[in-house]
């Protein structure tokens, strides 16, 4: 008769954070009005412990870029914070070509942000890329006057499991604040 073998769970790998982030799908809003824009497709997947959903799919615009570039750079001190692509009402060659350019230009700006430990730090950032919230509605939440915390809003957006984003429809916002529980 053999001895028993005792079964050993294997080894505690040191797993490295890995952070995927791509741009794509971008989709021509509004077209043929004189207020159309184009929005991209923005997809998280993660395994750091620095996001609070480690799988996210948004769209943006390129104005929610600039602005929040502009928070990154508010408050990241003297940390450098990459270049976006340009903005150009008058451009050379035809509107497909320009935006995929644009879009490979956001992908590697989000792919610069993303590995910068001061700016990961910014509620800004992660509102951005893990919640459709609306910049001003991103802004209340940060500054603790919106209806949830900042983690509050990801994992409501997060439970909404993104089907609107796939079917092409508006941005949903936040639930009401709730009233006050009685304890």
């Known amino acids: 008769m053999r001895p028993r073998q005792e079964r050993r769970p294997p080894p505690k790998r040191n797993r490295r954070e890995l952070t995927t982030v791509r ?3 971008p989709r021509v809003q509004n077209e043929g009005s ?5 929005d991209y497709k923005i997809f998280l997947h993660t395994n750091s412990k620095a996001f609070t959903a480690k799988t996210s799919c948004v769209r943006r615009r390129y104005r929610e870029f600039v602005w929040l570039r502009k928070q990154l750079q508010k408050n990241a001190g003297l940390v ?3 270049e976006l692509p340009g903005k150009s009402t008058f451009f050379v060659g035809s509107t497909d070509e320009f935006i995929e350019k644009r879009r490979q230009g956001l992908q590697q700006f989000l792919e610069k942000v993303v590995q910068n430990v001061v700016l990961l730090s910014d509620s800004r950032l992660h509102l951005f890329l893990q919640s459709q919230l609306p ?11 919106g209806a949830l915390t900042v983690t509050e809003a990801i994992l ?3 439970m909404s ?5 796939q ?3 508006r941005r949903p916002s936040l639930p ?3 009233e006050p529980r009685a304890r």
């Open 167 to 169: 079917q092409g429809e």
């Open 156 to 158: 409501h957006y997060a």
């Open 23 to 25: 741009v794509q799908d």
């Open 34 to 38: 004189w207020n159309s824009y184009v």
């Open 176 to 178: 009401p604040p709730a």
């Open 80 to 82: 450098p914070v990459p």
């Open 135 to 145: 910049v001003p509605e991103m802004e209340a939440c940060v500054q603790g006057r």
């Open 161 to 165: 499991q993104c089907a609107w984003a």
